[in-house]
Every structure is written in structure tokens, then in C-alpha cells.
């Protein structure tokens, strides 16, 4: 038992954790691209900078005195939202629009993406500087600890309240996406432009609104994402640059476009890096007691080393291209 609840502390949680946020952030990509046909690098830099604004918003409510019996992070939450939401809409009108009206390709906006990445990065260090910054400055991270000596475990189950708050915020944003997508109008209106962009525009829906509607979800989740990511590491300037790779896998992997595809994504890919960097000789060390001495398990037994956990999300990202380029849902082709 003290072995089952030792790969859930270092498994399950952390995988469900690395899931959310890659979740979170492929939906964003996924839904740009199934409505704009494009991919977009700098997404990584909307939940950076979304971070950074709920962490000006923490500060400067705990300068006025404000407390929660939550993290602070998670109060300021959906005024950062809103905040990364237009700044989305900024980057969009004052970047991408202009080239759309010129009939830019997709592969021209991939590279402007590409610059609004280094543009924004660069103001980020700019104005904050290449350190690295905690949301607990001012308060104390929680750590719930569950015994389970009646269980028999030796080891209690540990989890902090920042992750639990994230698996159930997730959860939250996941079915009123859901609900958006299948029961709004709206939502229903942006599933058709994605599957045809002219056929819907025929049909008198207002393609420029979807786009504007786009990028305000885009911005709002990839400010969710950036924020509980902050919550659970630190916060810095390359914070969500660092995870796109792994971000836009979960997005081909679910399915372009699709963004169910990508939540599965997400939790496949945050799963499979946790399940890679576990020590099995942790789980399997009862069988040293039954194997000859020549084949005792060694003292680490890890499929890929830590510092190489990203090349997971590459690897089955390569391996989703070859086997089923559309996805798991179907989406464009990749």
C-alpha cells in the first residue's frame, strides 16, 4: 500500500496537475487554429503575461490588506482573465488582423507569432527582469497531508491546496466550455466556421465576432493556464515558453481544431511525462526479494531522466504524425 499511495503522490497528482495546464493551453491553440488556420507560437506568451497580471493583482491586493482563505492567485484569477482576454484582442488587431486583410498565409502568421513571442517576452523582462518571482511572498503555501495508517501505508497522501484548486478549476472551465460550444448560439457558430470558414460565412454568421470571441477565450484560459502553472512553480519571464512544445503536442495529438481533442490531449501528454520520469524501483522493489542477484532492480529505474522529460511530448508527438496525423478527434491534418 505504502507503494500504491507513493506512485499516486508522484503519478497521479503530478500528472493531473502537468495535465490541466497543458489541457488548458492546447485549447487555446486548438481553438485559434480551427477557426484562424494558423498556429500560434505566442501563446505561450499570452499565459506568461496572464500570470504576470494576476500576480500584479495579488500584490496589489495584499498591499491593501485583502486576505482569502484561498491563495490569493486564484481570487484575482478572473480579473486577469479579463485583462489577458483583451490584451489578446490587442496583439490580434494591432498584429494579425492587418495581415488577414492583406491575405497573408497561414505560414506569414506563424511567423508573426513567432515575433510577437520575442516582443512580448522582451517587454516582460523589461519590465520585470530575468528573476523569478512566488506568489506567496505574502502568504503560505498549504499542504494537505491525508493519513492513511489505516490503510497500512507508511506515507500519507500529499497534495497542496494550489493543485487541488486547479484540478477542480479545470474541471469548472472544461464543462462551461462545453456548455459554450453545444448549447450557445455563439459557440455553435464558431463549431461551424471551424469545420468551414466560407460555408459559414455564407449562412450570415458574423465571422468577425467568432474571430473577437476566439481570441477572448484564447486569452482567458491561457491566463488560467500561465496563473496555476505560477501557483505551482514560480513565476519568470520564460515561464509558459518552456512547456509550448509539450502544449502544442497535446493540441495535435486531441486533433486540431478540435477541443475535446485537446483537453485528451493535454492529460494524455501530462500523464505519459509523469508516468516517464517515475522510479519504478520504488513500486516494484518487493520484487528483489525473488529475483537472483544478478537482476536486482537498480536503485533508479526511470524511463527518460528528468531533465529529459520534454522529449516525451516529441515522441509521441511523432508517433501520433505517422500512425494518425488527424488526431485522436479528428481534426485537420498535421
Not at 500576480?55 to 478572473?78: E, N
Not at 492587418?98 to 491575405?103: A, I, M, V
Not at 512580448?120 to 506567496?136: D, K
Not at 493540441?251 to 493535454?266: K, P
Request: hydrophobic fraction near 60%; charged fraction near 10%.
Amino acid at each position: 500500500m505504502t507503494e500504491l499511495i507513493f506512485f499516486i503522490n508522484q503519478v497521479v497528482i503530478s500528472g493531473a496537475v502537468l495535465g490541466c495546464i497543458y489541457a488548458l493551453g492546447a485549447v487555446g491553440i486548438t481553438l485559434v487554429f480551427g477557426i484562424l488556420r494558423f498556429a500560434h507560437f505566442a501563446h505561450s506568451e499570452l499565459m506568461t503575461s496572464g500570470a504576470f497580471f494576476a500576480f500584479l493583482l495579488a500584490g496589489a491586493f495584499a498591499a491593501w490588506g485583502i486576505t482569502a482563505p484561498i491563495p490569493m492567485g486564484f481570487v484575482v484569477l478572473p480579473i486577469a482573465m479579463v485583462l489577458s482576454a483583451i490584451f489578446a484582442l490587442g496583439i490580434d488587431k494591432g498584429f494579425y488582423a492587418p495581415l488577414r486583410k492583406r491575405g497573408a498565409k497561414p505560414v506569414t502568421l506563424l511567423i508573426a507569432s513567432i515575433g510577437v513571442t520575442l516582443m512580448v517576452q522582451g517587454l516582460i523582462r523589461l519590465f520585470f527582469g530575468a528573476g523569478s518571482y512566488s506568489f506567496f511572498e505574502h502568504e503560505t503555501k498549504d499542504v494537505f497531508r491525508v493519513d492513511l495508517a489505516f490503510l497500512g501505508s507508511t506515507r500519507p497522501l500529499v497534495i497542496t491546496e494550489p493543485q487541488l484548486l486547479m484540478i477542480v478549476v479545470t474541471a469548472l472551465s472544461v464543462i462551461a466550455l462545453h456548455l459554450f460550444l453545444t448549447r450557445s448560439r455563439l459557440g455553435k457558430a464558431m463549431r461551424a466556421m471551424a469545420d468551414n470558414a466560407d460555408l459559414a460565412q455564407v449562412s450570415g454568421i458574423n465571422t468577425a465576432l467568432v474571430v473577437r470571441v476566439t481570441w477572448i477565450i484564447a486569452g482567458a484560459l491561457g491566463c488560467m493556464a500561465g496563473t496555476m502553472l505560477a501557483l505551482d512553480v514560480t513565476l519568470k519571464p520564460d515561464l509558459a515558453f518552456n512547456i509550448i512544445i509539450p502544449i502544442f503536442a497535446a493540441a495535435i495529438v486531441g486533433g486540431l481544431g478540435q477541443a475535446y481533442g485537446a483537453i485528451a490531449g493535454g492529460l494524455l501528454i501530462g500523464f505519459a511525462e509523469s508516468l516517464a520520469v517515475f522510479n519504478w524501483t520504488m513500486v516494484l522493489r518487493p520484487l528483489n526479494a525473488i529475483l537472483p542477484e544478478w537482476l536486482q532492480l537498480p536503485a533508479t529505474l526511470a524511463l527518460v531522466p528528468t531533465e529529459y522529460k520534454l522529449t516525451v511530448a516529441f515522441v509521441i508527438l511523432v508517433v501520433t504524425l505517422l500512425v494518425r496525423p488527424t488526431g485522436i478527434f479528428k481534426g485537420a491534418s498535421s
